[in-house]
């Protein structure tokens, strides 16, 4: 080992006296560019030049349709923004979001202290674990059609609710106007929960036991401890979590279209499924590219706030 | 006190048990259900009472998808555009990050914060552009515009979590290379990725999940049911006539499999890396 050094500085103390040229110089400055060149090249194609492209869509008239589409200035914007749909759409995302974003948080935390319980021995969590992270190993496209069976008029779930007396009969959870945004909700609530878990278990972990051990010896009660030191010492985690999971939910559009397409109506109509059915259904592609260009602003609201956090927390 | 201490934990023990019972029912009943419903006939599905194992028991629906052609092309086109995505992701990702991670460059700052947004950008909102784009590329319906498109999803997480694995790994590893006269190439694929092998099972595990689950966009920029993925393949099944729940929930069952695989055999890699990447940085 000591040897290695010596012969490393050495050869440090050879490479300094001469100069090195010019030409390998510039090579020593250009290498970083060389290394995030790909990346930068790929979200130069991949972002970039698509967002100017959808920006400028969203100024014309028959984009995409018709070889000549006029310029139109705002009117699309305008079009979008007194369309009573798109602010039907807009209430049922924030909806949407709200409901599955707190649940996420409070079956997240309430399953990771669970298995976080120093009352268990470690492979009796480690079963359970396996178990509360299955939804996350499905595809929504799957998670979309198996709760479609589960909640099937003739389902599982309305065999139970009726013989339990719960219900008189079965309910048409995602065809009916009054449950279909409770139901979606619902299912992504479910299908969402474990990587909260996952990440606010490995941030229980991380707290020192010695904080717990003062607070009993203080005569603090679990509630109190769970408030005065775990919501604390994850605050960090937890935000994070909230924004990104905000900014997911947000965007959520393989669930919605495989479940009820954003139906009965527009009860579970929200702004991506807005925007692809104004693009793909109804071929109007420059309301469409207006709508996408409104929830990329919304998007980078949530997304600045997100930045911000992280940085402070650097 | 002793004694009543182990009172109360015993107490507590109870609850504890009972919570996740209760929240292991909630998250394991469906699926459960998924594979009991995977081994029935199509008209038991919503027989009344409902049961776990019925008389029609059999695996007829895993032969039927296990033998169309046409339903082994969906796996077949999902694994291959997965596994590019997945090499072609860690290659640029490892390379960027060990610039983030090693050098100090004028932008360097500027470019970071671009790929934090990035992650924030709605799909929706690029569906339109590169439904355009890649139809003018000549890439619709093709893998390569798949592949193409799904690294705007991958590459931001892989470049994070790569450059906060290699802010773990000591300087001085480059600096010995450097004077044994390798150049950054050499030092980055001979010193620094064969010590980084948890870290990009990690990041690969994550970006296969991204491509195997990505739905949107293999809506949109495929067409010919000979190019659809999983995840169309199985909206495709309920677009017939009748719908074959069976096949559906096999399909299903089949379509997890790799990450079940990936997670049984990685969890410990994959869980680690998720949150000093995502969390953490």
Same mark, same amino acid.
């Given at each position: 080992?000591?040897?290695?050094?010596?012969?490393?500085?050495?050869?440090?103390?050879?490479?300094?006296?001469?100069?090195?040229?010019? !030409?390998?110089?510039?090579?020593?400055?250009?290498?970083?560019?060389?290394?995030? *060149?790909?990346?930068?090249?790929?979200?130069?194609?991949?972002?970039?030049?698509?967002?100017?492209?959808?920006?400028?869509?969203?100024?014309?008239?028959?984009?995409?349709?018709?070889?000549? !589409?006029?310029?139109?200035?705002?009117?699309?914007?305008?079009?979008?923004?007194?369309?009573?749909?798109?602010?039907?759409?807009?209430?049922?995302?924030?909806?949407?979001?709200?409901?599955?974003?707190?649940?996420?948080?409070?079956?997240?935390?309430?399953?990771?202290?669970?298995?976080?319980?120093?009352?268990?021995?470690?492979?009796?969590?480690?079963?359970?674990?396996?178990?509360?992270?299955?939804?996350?190993?499905?595809?929504?496209?799957?998670?979309?059609?198996?709760?479609?069976?589960?909640?099937?008029?003739?389902?599982?779930?309305?065999?139970?609710?009726?013989? !339990?007396?719960?219900?008189?009969?079965?309910?048409?959870?995602?065809?009916?106007?009054?449950?279909?945004?409770?139901?979606?909700?619902?299912?992504?609530?479910?299908?969402?929960?474990?990587?909260?878990?996952?990440?606010?278990?490995?941030?229980?972990?991380?707290?020192?036991?010695?904080?717990?051990?003062?607070?009993?010896?203080?005569?603090?009660?679990?509630?109190?401890?769970?408030?005065?030191?775990?919501?604390?010492?994850?605050?960090?985690?937890?935000? !994070?979590?909230?924004?990104?999971?905000?900014?997911?939910?947000?965007?959520?559009? *393989?669930?919605?279209?495989?479940?009820?397409?954003?139906?009965?109506?527009?009860?579970?109509?929200?702004?991506?499924?807005?925007?692809?059915?104004?693009?793909?259904?109804?071929?109007?592609?420059?309301?469409?590219? *207006?709508?996408?260009?409104?929830?990329?602003?919304?998007?980078?609201?949530? *997304?600045?706030?997100?930045?911000?956090?992280?940085?402070?927390?650097? | 006190?002793?004694?009543?201490? &182990?009172?109360?934990?015993?107490?507590?023990?109870?609850?504890?048990?009972?919570?996740?019972?209760?929240?292991?029912?909630?998250?394991?009943?469906?699926?459960?259900?998924?594979?009991?419903?995977?081994?029935?006939?199509?008209?038991?599905?919503?027989?009344?009472?409902?049961?776990?194992?019925?008389?029609?028991?059999?695996?007829?629906?895993?032969?039927?998808?296990? /033998?169309?052609?046409?339903?082994?092309?969906?796996?077949?086109?999902?694994?291959?555009?997965?596994?590019?995505?997945?090499?072609? /992701?860690?290659?640029?990702?490892?390379?960027?990050?060990?610039?983030?991670?090693?050098?100090?460059?004028?932008? &360097?700052?500027?470019?970071? $914060?671009?790929?934090? @947004?990035?992650?924030?950008?709605?799909?929706?909102?690029?569906?339109?552009?590169?439904?355009?784009?890649?139809? /003018?590329?000549?890439?619709?319906?093709?893998?390569?515009?798949?592949?193409?498109?799904?690294?705007?999803?991958?590459?931001?997480?892989?470049?994070?979590?790569?450059?906060?694995?290699?802010?773990?790994?000591?300087?001085?590893?480059?600096?010995?290379?450097?004077?044994?006269?390798?150049?950054?190439?050499?030092? $980055?694929?001979?010193?620094?990725?064969?010590? @980084?092998?948890?870290?990009?099972?990690?990041?690969?595990?994550?970006?296969?999940?991204?491509?195997?689950?990505?739905? $949107?966009?293999?809506?949109?920029?495929?067409? /010919?049911?000979?190019?659809?993925?999983?995840?169309?393949?199985?909206?495709?099944?309920?677009?017939?006539?009748?719908?074959?729940?069976?096949?559906?929930?096999?399909?299903?069952? $089949?379509?997890?499999?790799?990450?079940?695989?990936?997670?049984?055999?990685?969890?410990?890699?994959?869980?680690?890396?998720?949150?000093?990447?995502?969390?953490?940085?």
């Amino acid at each position: 080992m000591s040897n290695e050094g010596i012969v490393g500085k050495f050869r440090i103390d050879t490479l300094r006296k001469k100069d090195l040229p010019t !030409s390998r110089k510039w090579m020593q400055a250009l290498t970083p560019y060389g290394f995030v *060149a790909p990346v930068t090249v790929l979200i130069l194609i991949l972002t970039f030049i698509p967002i100017a492209i959808v920006i400028g869509y969203s100024t014309l008239d028959n984009v995409i349709m018709t070889p000549e !589409s006029k310029f139109v200035g705002l009117s699309n914007y305008f079009t979008i923004l007194t369309d009573g749909t798109f602010y039907v759409a807009a209430r049922n995302s924030f909806v949407f979001t709200v409901g599955s974003v707190g649940a996420h948080f409070v079956l997240g935390i309430t399953f990771a202290s669970l298995l976080n319980s120093r009352l268990l021995p470690g492979f009796v969590k480690t079963i359970f674990r396996a178990i509360f992270i299955l939804p996350w190993l499905f595809t929504v496209a799957i998670i979309a059609i198996l709760w479609r069976m589960l909640l099937n008029p003739n389902g599982v779930i309305n065999y139970f609710l009726v013989s !339990s007396g719960v219900v008189d009969v079965g309910v048409e959870w995602l065809s009916s106007r009054g449950t279909a945004l409770l139901a979606v909700t619902f299912i992504n609530i479910w299908a969402g929960y474990p990587f909260f878990m996952v990440t606010l278990l490995a941030g229980l972990q991380g707290i020192s036991r010695d904080l717990y051990e003062a607070a009993s010896i203080d005569g603090a009660k679990p509630w109190q401890q769970f408030r005065h030191i775990t919501l604390p010492q994850l605050r960090p985690i937890i935000i !994070s979590m909230v924004i990104l999971d905000m900014i997911w939910t947000s965007q959520q559009f *393989a669930l919605i279209w495989l479940t009820t397409g954003g139906g009965p109506f527009d009860a579970t109509e929200m702004l991506p499924t807005y925007t692809y059915k104004l693009a793909f259904s109804n071929y109007e592609f420059g309301l469409a590219s *207006a709508s996408a260009v409104i929830i990329l602003l919304l998007s980078m609201v949530l *997304a600045f706030f997100y930045i911000r956090h992280q940085k402070a927390r650097d | 006190m002793a004694k009543t201490r &182990r009172a109360i934990d015993r107490a507590s023990r109870v609850w504890v048990i009972v919570g996740l019972a209760l929240g292991a029912t909630f998250a394991g009943f469906p699926v459960v259900w998924m594979i009991s419903s995977s081994f029935k006939k199509n008209s038991e599905i919503f027989a009344y009472p409902p049961s776990l194992l019925t008389d029609g028991f059999s695996a007829d629906a895993y032969l039927s998808i296990l /033998t169309d052609p046409e339903k082994l092309r969906f796996f077949a086109n999902s694994y291959l555009v997965a596994l590019s995505v997945t090499a072609l /992701t860690l290659v640029v990702a490892v390379l960027a990050a060990y610039a983030f991670s090693r050098y100090e460059f004028a932008g &360097r700052k500027s470019l970071n $914060l671009i790929i934090l @947004s990035v992650q924030a950008v709605p799909p929706i909102t690029l569906l339109i552009p590169f439904f355009s784009l890649i139809v /003018t590329l000549r890439l619709y319906n093709t893998y390569q515009g798949l592949i193409l498109t799904y690294m705007v999803f991958t590459l931001p997480y892989a470049i994070i979590m790569m450059t906060a694995y290699f802010n773990t790994l000591s300087k001085e590893l480059d600096e010995a290379a450097k004077i044994d006269g390798a150049n950054p190439l050499k030092i $980055l694929t001979r010193v620094i990725l064969p010590i @980084s092998v948890p870290a990009m099972v990690s990041v690969g595990t994550y970006t296969f999940m991204i491509a195997w689950n990505e739905y $949107l966009f293999a809506l949109t920029l495929t067409r /010919t049911t000979d190019m659809r993925t999983v995840p169309i393949g199985i909206q495709l099944l309920m677009g017939q006539m009748s719908y074959e729940w069976n096949e559906m929930m096999a399909m299903s069952v $089949l379509g997890a499999i790799p990450i079940l695989l990936l997670f049984l055999f990685f969890q410990r890699y994959f869980i680690g890396g998720l949150t000093a990447g995502g969390i953490k940085n």
